[in-house]
């Protein structure tokens, strides 16, 4: 089987002195500066009846603009942080038009700085802990890095912490699969339950961690905003925040993993996770399950893997038939147990619906099924 090259993203933290820390910062300020600028004048232009673009914006900020800001232009300072902002704001405005995000928002300082940076198109390598940015210089991680070469870096700061992130190409690695077919039924109280019977459980981070979070909270209002000990429980309560989210894809990247490496076809529900998050009652647990994250990371680890994925429309009534007779009658929320009503089948709520999306990804690549 040959397979394309495929893309790959790493993301790392680094270790940086105070200076370092510094010159970060000031990367992100400038990237937040130049993307609240061409925002401010996007909308300013949009709302007189012209129809801006990112290009023209950009050539006019470096030609009138940067000029009368001389701090924009220190040593060290890596120019290509003005164009990925009007990049970005390019992409935010192109994901409004087309429906997949609402109106871009001005970005505040402190809340999820980042900068990206490149060699002007040049390839960069990586590799060990030690690697060379452009302009900025040499910069340690934590954790040794693949000797690779990749074209950007995105550095963000996650609760007080900056990071680094790359994508780089590899070979698909097409493992030996132990089943052909697999169903995947994403759920709330279970991470996912396969066709094969096997549950996978979610870690419900987010729940276990509430009342911590909140008391971290409660705590951080009784501080005097801008003193040094408001800052330092922000930074505690960040990093809270952070550990529930390391839990959660922690969990997502096993389950996904094991799934697209064990499986020759997968077949999962496009959910509506947005529609989801709309209900204030559900919203919560939806989020604490990553359904999205959950679906992305199975199509592109089926890539990796050799696997195929069938993603199966949101309105088939997986949960409602019989995967025994193929009967389908009506459940609500609250049943855990399906109980056919024409044959008597009797099965678990969510391993009826992961055999029903199995069954349907049987009939989507019938040819697979015949060689299996």
């Not at 709302?47 to 009368?68: C, I, M």
């Not at 490149?118 to 990586?126: C, E, L, Q, T």
């Not at 919560?284 to 592109?300: K, M, S, W």
Request: aromatic share 10%.
């Amino acid at each position: 089987m040959n397979l394309k090259p495929v893309y790959t993203a790493l993301k790392t933290k680094l270790k940086l002195t105070d200076a370092a820390s510094v010159l970060m910062s000031k990367h992100a300020g400038i990237s937040r500066f130049t993307y609240n600028w061409g925002l401010a004048t996007w909308s300013a232009l949009y709302s007189e009846g012209v129809k801006p673009n990112a290009l023209v914006l950009k050539k006019f900020f470096n030609n009138h603009v940067k000029p009368a800001c001389p701090w924009m232009k220190e040593a060290r300072i890596c120019q290509k942080v003005t164009q990925y902002a009007f990049e970005h704001l390019g992409q935010a405005f192109g994901n409004f038009f087309s429906g997949k995000a609402h109106y871009p928002k001005f970005k505040k300082k402190g809340q999820h700085d980042s900068f990206t940076i490149d060699a002007s198109g040049r390839p960069i390598a990586v590799g060990g802990t030690r690697l060379k940015l452009p302009t900025i210089g040499w910069v340690s991680t934590y954790e040794g890095l693949p000797h690779v070469t990749t074209k950007k870096f995105t550095i963000s700061q996650e609760a007080g912490n900056w990071y680094i992130s790359f994508t780089y190409e590899i070979e698909p690695s097409v493992t030996a699969k132990s089943r052909d077919f697999v169903g995947v039924d994403l759920g709330v109280k279970q991470l996912a339950t396969l066709s094969n019977g096997l549950v996978i459980a979610n870690p419900q981070a987010l729940r276990k961690a509430r009342q911590q979070l909140a008391r971290m909270q409660r705590q951080l209002q009784r501080k005097q905003r801008g003193s040094n000990r408001y800052h330092r429980q922000k930074l505690r309560l960040a990093g809270a925040h952070q550990r529930v989210k390391n839990i959660r894809l922690d969990a997502t990247h096993q389950a996904t993993t094991y799934i697209c490496k064990n499986h020759a076809v997968v077949a999962i529900e496009g959910l509506n996770v947005s529609g989801m998050m709309a209900n204030h009652k559900l919203a919560g647990a939806v989020a604490d399950a990553n359904f999205a994250e959950f679906g992305r990371q199975i199509r592109y680890k089926a890539q990796r893997y050799g696997s195929s994925v069938v993603l199966v429309d949101r309105w088939y009534p997986s949960t409602q038939l019989c995967s025994g007779c193929g009967g389908q009658q009506p459940m609500s929320l609250g049943e855990r147990v399906y109980e056919c009503s024409a044959c008597g089948f009797q099965a678990d709520r969510d391993c009826n619906a992961a055999v029903n999306l199995e069954k349907y990804a049987r009939r989507a690549k019938p040819s697979l099924d015949t060689e299996g």
